[in-house]
T-cell receptor, first 112, second 113 residues
Framework: DAGVIQSPRHEVTEMGQEVTLRCKPISGHNSLFWYRQTMMRGLELLIYFNNNVPIDDSGMPEDRFSAKMPNASFSTLKIQPSEPRDSAVYFC??????????FGPGTRLLVL | DQQVKQNSPSLSVQEGRISILNCDYTNSMFDYFLWYKKYPAEGPTFLISISSIKDKNEDGRFTVFLNKSAKHLSLHIVPSQPGDSAVYFCAASERTNAGKSTFGDGTTLTVKP
């Protein structure tokens, strides 16, 4: 199995630009999670989906952030407009059942 | 309010000795606990878990202990190997909440040859 796939692996953009992060979960997994890791806040859950439906988006920092899961094999996290404080590593994870999540390699985002 | 705390940011041990990583939680609704290991430039990798109905779970060199009354869990690695050097995250979840996990800040383990 290829594991969770994230793209791009690195993204450098300028403040105000739109950023789209992509995730392909492990086939057969029915839950998908978006996390953000920063030095200040550690690893924090932004949003998670179950069977393609957003269940909890309480971690999404503000309206500039949006996430979609149009089908079981694809999800996007969009930031529009991006700001320097959005610079972080963004992880996608998927799971089957409860608790055990398999993480992708992450997208390192730098907003200048 | 941080519900899962790993109070030691770092730990250094000698190869072959025991590594003990600690984690405290405050939410009494948590009933499932996990440890993840993370190498630089990679995502966290699931290591071992424990349900609140148990107080110990063992998998090879890794053992997790759960003390529900103290709201404390620990990960023991015996014997420690240089390849175990990584950041270890403790996570806790409520099984009724579709797997939403709350993570601690992590402990960086360094195993010296």
């Amino acid at each position: 199995d290829a594991g969770v796939i994230q793209s791009p692996r690195h993204e450098v953009t300028e403040m105000g630009q739109e950023v789209t992060l992509r995730c392909k979960p492990i086939s057969g997994h029915n839950s998908l999670f978006w996390y953000r890791q920063t030095m200040m806040r550690g690893l924090e859950l932004l949003i998670y989906f179950n069977n393609n439906v957003p269940i909890d988006d309480s971690g999404m920092p503000e309206d500039r952030f949006s996430a979609k899961m149009p089908n079981a094999s694809f999800s996007t996290l969009k930031i529009q407009p991006s700001e320097p404080r959005d610079s972080a590593v963004y992880f996608c994870a998927s799971s089957i059942g409860l608790g055990t999540q398999y993480f992708g390699p992450g997208t390192r985002l730098l907003v200048l | 309010d941080q519900q899962v705390k790993q109070n030691s940011p770092s730990l250094s041990v000698q190869e072959g000795r025991i590594s003990i990583l600690n984690c405290d939680y405050t939410n009494s609704m948590f009933d499932y606990f996990l440890w993840y290991k993370k190498y630089p430039a990679e995502g966290p990798t699931f290591l071992i878990s424990i349900s609140s109905i148990k107080d110990k779970n063992e998998d090879g060199r890794f053992t997790v202990f759960l003390n529900k009354s103290a709201k404390h869990l620990s990960l023991h690695i015996v014997p420690s190997q240089p390849g175990d050097s990584a950041v270890y995250f403790c996570a806790a979840s409520e099984r009724t909440n579709a797997g939403k996990s709350t993570f601690g800040d992590g402990t960086t383990l360094t195993v010296k040859p």
